[in-house]
């Protein structure tokens, strides 16, 4: 059975940090873009960051440039993204996905709430 499931959010003030993480099971995690979404009440959901199968490559959206980092272990199957300097627009819930066409699987996701 294929997982992927957040954890690591909550309330934390403007200016703070949390780490998430996105613990996955059931496929080739090593073989596997992961990336990380978010959506807040009333918007679409933004692509946050991405990391490559190898952990080689990364990229990240121009709003959490130099804030977030994206980072793997895939001995453990687990992705993290660390967020540092939170703003009040990081209020969302974040998800987790894996991509290797032709499969995508997602997480449930976990909500961030940053209080200014």
């Known amino acids: 059975q294929v997982q992927l499931v957040e954890s690591g959010g909550g309330l934390v003030q403007a200016g703070g940090s949390l780490r998430l993480s996105c613990a996955a099971s059931?496929?080739?995690?090593?073989?596997?873009?992961i990336g990380w979404t978010r959506q807040a009440p009333g918007k679409e959901r933004e692509l946050v960051a991405g990391?490559?199968?190898?952990?080689?490559?990364?990229s990240y959206a121009d709003s959490v440039k130099g804030r977030f980092t994206i980072s793997r272990n895939n001995a453990e199957n687990t992705v993290y993204l660390q967020m540092n300097s939170l703003k009040d627009d990081g209020t969302a819930v974040y998800y987790c996905?894996?991509?290797?066409?032709?499969?995508?699987?997602w997480g449930q996701g976990t909500q961030v709430t940053v209080s200014s």
């Open positions: 990391i490559s199968a190898s952990g080689g490559s990364t």
């Open positions: 996905y894996a991509d290797r066409p032709p499969a995508t699987y």
């Open positions: 059931g496929f080739a995690f090593r073989l596997y873009f």
